[in-house]
């Protein structure tokens, strides 16, 4: 027994030396940058570990993280939030939400962030967290501007970041695997990139004819990321810190970091190249982009004083060549994250962020220049340009119609692959909004009928009112229009508005008065009248006074809002005078309401008949001889206008 019990032990022990020295290898591994291997090490150590540390849990999914494998970053990115739950740092909470993203539960990593910035209280960060997911799930929601196709010519290994050369692209690529001796990066195992430059179908934007850059002047590590001034001979492009003998020069922890060299090109070669003066090992430096105008050279770095993982910079490119002091582009580009790969064309600068929000990973970004080197608030291209993953090296060319992009998501043919899109601008759209209320009570009227014509009569938009009588309707930008509103029963009314060119604008108060067809008409001996107050004509007279012609449009009003309305003209005249005259006196003055009526657009077929009845059809006992007051004659004296189809 006391022997089974030391072979236990002992046995104990040599498994805890050699899970010390699989964790060790691990972390030489992970301290290598050779994050696939280091991957495999922990998960090793892990399956037989029940308790691992906080940083080991911290190394297994950021290793997973460097080399794209989401799924796997997110199992150890949530154990470590388990563990350290509102303690953990703002780079592994980021890259946590951002492995949510990947996976598309989107739900969760909004439900942490929120959590996240209330805990925080920076109501700037909370209000740019809100505005952004607003503008995003707008234009998710909207037709994209973007048509986008892989390129054919990518290989199944990395292939990203286009830079217009003329009519050709120059990209960076991991594709040459023939290379006897070749290095590989441990970093994810794969040949180090080279700068390849290749002919452009214009048609399509395909690549063909593709062939290394400038081969002789590569070094055998990274060259990356290259940016042409507008003569397209200087250059600057994105290489590792090497030696004069092409050896890699690392930084105090062993990191072998970038650098932009300035260079210009004759025929094949490289001359007067130089490093720029903020070059450091201590730190990378990289991603150049220079204006179409060669004055500003913006560019990526990690060196102190930033704001997150990857800053955003730009430095003025002085007539003689010389650069200015950089600048960070400030906390409204930069974030605690990575602002990566950025691209200027004219006043808009396109970059990729993991920091602001979008869909997962890298989203590109656009953000109009304001003044110098001040740029408003940055907007997400939507989900054309972006996907669940990384999506970066955005590029358009000067007329914002086609360009190239780069992406790691699923369905290519590689690790990062080219993707070319063209460009349709954005519809400009303006928003009408009203309300709808009846003539008489002033209440809203529900359920109207909004239609919207454009200047040849066409119609171009409709809606419906509202329970409280209210619509709102899109139309188009820079355009004549006509508003119009209607209801079963109802008159119709219409507006004519001119839209300007600002694209959301809304144009608001653009009310309605409805008549209901009951509100217009009166019954009276069993038969349906228009509803006017009483025609007076001068005496003797049958010619239409201003008072006559605001009733008789009253009638025109409603026959033209009601077509299959027809109605007969009845005049009427007091007993006063003899009968003879009243029965002419009252036949002329239908005949003039009738002349009234048809010359404000009614169509005679719809009076049925023109008579006047003199004094024949008293409403009271004011006949001849009866003495009655003047308001006792007045209500023989009248105009009826009885409608006899509707």
């Known amino acids: 027994m006391r022997k089974l019990f030391l072979y236990s032990l002992l046995f104990c022990i040599a498994s805890g030396f050699a899970q010390q020295r699989e964790l060790k290898k691990a972390d030489r591994l992970f301290e290598d940058l050779a994050y696939v291997e280091a991957a495999k090490a922990y998960e090793k150590y892990l399956k037989e570990e029940s308790a691992p540390g906080t940083q080991t849990i911290m190394n297994v999914a950021d290793a997973y993280y460097y080399t794209g494998n989401n799924g ?40 942490l962030l929120k959590k996240r910035l209330e805990q925080k209280g920076n ?76 002919d452009r179908n214009a048609e399509d934007g395909s690549l063909f004819n593709i062939q290394k850059f400038l ?51 004759e025929g094949e070669k490289l001359s007067a190249t130089e490093k720029l003066p903020f070059d450091d090992k201590k730190y990378s430096v990289g991603h150049p982009a220079v204006s179409a105008d060669g004055k500003w050279l913006f560019f990526v770095s990690d060196m102190p004083g930033g704001y997150g993982d990857a800053d955003i910079y730009v430095a003025q490119i002085f007539d003689d060549g010389k650069l200015g002091e950089p600048k960070n582009l400030g906390d ?32 590109v970004f656009e953000s109009k220049m304001t003044g110098r080197a001040e740029f408003e608030a940055p907007k997400n291209l939507g989900n054309q340009v972006n996907s669940n993953v990384d999506d970066f090296a955005f590029i358009i060319d000067k007329d914002k119609k086609y360009g190239y992009f780069s992406s790691s998501r699923k369905g290519g043919m590689g690790d990062d692959d080219i993707y070319y899109f063209t460009r349709q601008e954005p519809v400009c759209i303006q928003t009408v909004s009203g309300i709808v209320t009846n003539a008489k009570y002033k209440v809203p009227i529900n359920q109207a009928d909004i239609k919207v014509y454009d200047e040849f009569g066409d119609e171009i938009a409709s ?53 209901n067809y009951e509100d ?70 239908a005949q003039s309401t009738y002349k009234y009526i048809t010359q404000h657009g009614i169509d005679p077929s719809r009076i049925e008949s023109v008579k006047g009845y003199g004094e024949s059809q008293l409403r009271n006992k004011c006949s001849n001889g009866v003495k009655c007051s003047e308001e006792e004659h007045a209500i023989n004296r009248r105009s009826d206008f009885i409608i006899v189809k509707k």
Not at 172 to 181: E, H, I, L, P
Not at 224 to 248: C, E, G, H, Q, R
């Open 72 to 111: 796997s970053a997110l199992r150890w990115y949530t154990k470590l939030y388990t563990v350290l739950d509102d303690n953990m740092d703002d780079t592994h909470f980021n890259r946590y939400i951002q492995t949510l993203r990947a996976t598309e539960d989107y739900k969760k990593a909004d439900e």
């Open 123 to 198: 109501q700037a960060m909370i209000d740019r967290f809100i505005s952004q997911r607003k503008y995003l799930d707008s234009i998710n929601g909207q037709p994209s501007n973007y048509t986008v196709s892989n390129l054919s010519s990518n290989s199944d290994k990395a292939d990203f970041g286009t830079a217009f050369y003329g009519s050709q692209i120059v990209f960076s690529s991991s594709r040459d695997t023939t290379k006897v001796g070749g290095k590989t990066y441990s970093w994810n195992e794969q040949p180090y990139l080279e700068l390849y430059v290749a």
């Open 215 to 265: 081969p002789k002047e590569q070094t055998q590590y990274h060259n990356a990321t290259i940016s042409f001034m507008p003569d397209l001979k200087t250059v600057y492009y994105s290489a590792n810190i090497v030696k004069p003998n092409d050896k890699l020069i690392t930084d105090d922890e062993g990191t072998g970091n970038f650098e932009i060299i300035k260079g210009t090109i």
């Open 332 to 363: 409204k580009i930069n974030t605690s994250g990575r602002e990566m790969f950025p691209f200027i064309n004219d006043s808009i600068l396109y970059f990729s962020s993991d920091g602001h929000y979008g869909l997962g990973g890298l989203d």
């Open 463 to 515: 809606a419906k009112t509202k329970e409280d009588g209210t619509y709102s309707v899109e139309v188009p930008c820079g355009s004549k229009i006509k508003v119009e509103a209607s209801k079963l029963n109802h008159t119709k009314a219409e507006k004519e508005l001119e839209t300007d060119k600002t694209p959301n604008h809304e144009t608001k108060d653009v009310n309605f008065e409805l008549n």
């Open 520 to 589: 217009l008409v009166k019954k009276e001996d069993d038969v349906e009248k228009v509803d006017i107050n009483p025609i007076y004509f001068d005496y003797d007279k049958w010619d239409i006074t201003p008072q006559a012609a605001e009733e008789l449009d009253k009638v025109v009003y409603i026959m033209k809002n009601f077509p299959a309305i027809i109605i007969k003209i009845e005049s009427h005249t007091d007993s006063r005078g003899k009968d003879s005259y009243n029965m002419t006196l009252s036949e002329n003055r």
